[in-house]
């Protein structure tokens, strides 16, 4: 299975940009990176996704590094409605989307 | 609203007994995915479907669980001889063709309390 890091936990405040990191370096060449985010008693709700490039919609922004063993999903300004638990998953060709713990994300009024 | 739809939302169920949950997919996706959750996990996989043939199933479908997808549409979960160990929530997911790129839909989950 893929794997990825994320941090625990993180706090931000309200209307401040939030950057969440995760590491994923046995990534492969055709391994896309998506990101969820699951709010208190919902399903998880896409975020974004990206093979390379850095990739914008109107949730988030999704920076990819050069060497693709990490990426960073931007908020740019957080609200309260933003804290969830949000999670990097590694999408490998034929194989479907393992989740790990995510990064449960506190915003702070 | 044309998104992934699951019902019951709720069911709590005497240990023993036996529960089923529907998901109806978004319509013109083929592939489906089942996961379950307990508190403070990640989404662990159990099966899904590409129309209505199961091609794959996670160790953690017992032979008490048996999922379905008869006509390549709605699917359904259903876990025999319930023991407490079964109550999480279950979620459902759907997919267009290649779930690489591609993302999943997930519906808002059904939880299984067994008492």
């Known amino acids: 299975d893929a794997k990825t890091t994320q941090p625990n936990s993180m706090e931000s405040n309200e209307e401040e940009p939030v950057h969440l990191p995760c590491n994923h370096s046995t990534i492969s060449g055709t391994d896309y990176i998506h990101w969820y985010r699951q709010l208190p008693s919902q399903g998880p709700e896409y975020v974004i996704h990206g093979l390379t490039s850095n990739v914008n919609n109107r949730m988030a922004s999704l920076a990819i590094a050069e060497d693709r063993k990490s990426s960073t999903l931007i908020l740019h300004r957080a609200t309260l409605r933003d804290a969830a638990v949000y999670y990097c998953?590694?999408?490998?060709?034929?194989?479907?989307?393992?989740f790990g713990p995510g990064t449960r994300l506190s915003v702070l009024p | 609203d044309t998104g992934v739809s699951q019902n019951p939302r709720h069911k709590i169920t005497k240990r023993g007994q036996n529960v089923t949950f529907r998901c109806d997919p978004i319509s013109e996706h083929n592939r489906l995915y089942w996961y379950r959750q307990t508190l403070g996990q990640g989404p662990e996989f159990l099966t899904y479907f590409q129309n209505e043939a199961q091609l794959e199933k996670s160790r953690l479908l017992s032979d008490r669980f048996s999922a379905e997808r008869p006509k390549g549409s709605f699917s359904t979960l259903e876990i025999q001889r319930t023991e407490q160990g079964d109550s999480a929530m279950y979620l459902c997911a759907s997919s267009g063709q290649g779930a690489s790129g591609n993302t999943i839909y997930f519906g808002e989950g059904s939880w299984l309390t067994v008492v």
């Open positions: 998953i590694l999408v490998v060709y034929g194989q479907n989307f393992v």
